[in-house]
């Protein structure tokens, strides 16, 4: 079973500006901007150097935010969190996949 980190928006389609992005996730600007060189977020600049937050980045943020608050996750650190956690989707996937076809495309139960 699997949990939405976040509700799905208005806000989180289309591309925001860092205020706009930090409105809507609940954060300071300073903070964004750490995650940001932290790695934990990926933004895409403007040739004025402004930072622009696609839909899918509000996700990550709460991501990062709920690990961070449940876990104790350092900054540091979330980013190894977040691949190990990811990978271990994709080998979920992969597995569910393997044994839907090995039992005729229907699940077992």
């Given at each position: 079973?699997?949990?939405?980190l976040?509700?799905?928006?208005?806000?989180?389609?289309?591309?925001?500006?860092?205020?706009?992005?930090?409105h809507?996730?609940?954060?300071h600007?300073?903070?964004?901007?750490?995650?940001?060189t932290?790695?934990?977020?990926?933004p895409?600049?403007d040739d004025?150097g402004?930072?622009?937050?696609?839909?899918?980045?509000?996700?990550?943020?709460?991501?990062?935010?709920r690990l961070?608050?449940?876990?104790?996750?350092?900054?540091?650190?979330?980013g190894?969190?977040?691949?190990?956690?990811?990978?271990?989707?994709?080998?979920?996937?992969?597995?569910r996949?393997?044994?839907?076809?090995r039992?005729?495309?229907?699940?077992?139960?």
């Amino acid at each position: 079973m699997t949990y939405p980190l976040a509700r799905r928006s208005r806000h989180t389609l289309g591309r925001q500006s860092l205020t706009a992005f930090c409105h809507t996730g609940g954060v300071h600007p300073e903070m964004v901007r750490r995650l940001v060189t932290l790695g934990l977020l990926e933004p895409e600049r403007d040739d004025a150097g402004n930072l622009w937050f696609d839909g899918d980045q509000v996700l990550a943020l709460a991501r990062v935010r709920r690990l961070r608050a449940g876990l104790g996750v350092n900054y540091a650190a979330l980013g190894l969190v977040i691949d190990l956690l990811d990978r271990v989707a994709a080998l979920e996937r992969e597995l569910r996949d393997t044994t839907s076809r090995r039992i005729g495309g229907r699940p077992w139960t």
